[in-house]
């Protein structure tokens, strides 16, 4: 069965740590992998991952993707308290469907 | 361009009626998503549209979800009769497809907040 595992399922730091959140995967037909970043509403989207190897980055935000491993990392430096969220990662399969992981609660202490 | 529009935005409603919601997915878009999140359950997949043709509605918990979409800028969940463990917010989401076999990011919307009394 299709699964997407992230960790921690819930992190606290404080303001100008970094942090790394995990996704790992096993998924039949792998095309993609999607990070999101949810708040109080709908999840909005950061970054779509198809390589391995091949550092996506957004400001402070960035990720990669090990497909040998089958995981990836989402990296925030110098957090602040707007990134504070849920962080959702889903892998994409050949059918366009999203496998989504039940995400990472990340609090950002002042 | 507006976004992905959800009707309506909070829906309260008692046990046995009948409740209606209502998506309005992005322009030029092939393929819309109905999701429904809880704390419980995290985001799940009920039912996937492409070029407006249901393709995998094997989400959709029981008979008493049904789900349309007659043309590309329309689509609606219904739920007949409701029940409590419905409550849950609803998620409509779409993307275009352009890379055969390569998943779009999907563009959510604001989401309808159901409760079931």
């Known amino acids: 069965e299709d699964k997407v595992v992230q960790s921690p399922l819930s992190l606290v730091v404080h303001e100008g740590d970094t942090v790394t959140l995990n996704c790992s995967y096993e998924v039949t037909n792998f095309r993609s992998l999607l990070w999101y970043k949810q708040e109080k509403k709908a999840p909005t989207f950061l970054f779509m991952l198809t390589s391995s190897g091949i550092e996506k980055k957004s400001g402070r935000l960035s990720s990669i993707l090990d497909k040998k491993e089958l995981f990836s990392i989402l990296n925030i430096t110098a957090t602040q308290t707007g990134d504070s969220a849920i962080y959702l990662c889903a892998v994409g399969r050949s059918n366009y469907q999203l496998i989504w992981g039940a995400g990472t609660k990340l609090i950002i202490k002042p | 361009d507006a976004g992905v529009i959800q009707s309506p935005r909070h829906e309260v409603t008692e046990m046995g009626q009948e409740v209606t919601l209502r998506c309005k997915p992005i322009s030029g878009h092939n393929s819309l998503f109905w999701y429904r999140q809880t704390m419980m359950r995290g985001l799940e997949l009920l039912i996937y549209?492409?070029?407006?043709?249901?393709?995998?509605d094997s989400g959709m918990p029981e008979d008493r979800f049904s789900a349309k979409m007659p043309n590309a800028s329309f689509s609606t969940l219904k739920i007949q009769p409701s029940e409590p463990r419905d409550s849950a917010v609803y998620f409509c989401?779409?993307?275009?497809?352009?890379?055969?076999?390569?998943?779009?990011?999907?563009?959510f919307g604001p989401g309808t907040r159901l409760t079931v009394l």
């Open positions: 989401a779409s993307s275009l497809d352009r890379l055969a076999g390569v998943s779009a990011e999907q563009f």
């Open positions: 549209f492409n070029n407006n043709v249901p393709i995998d």
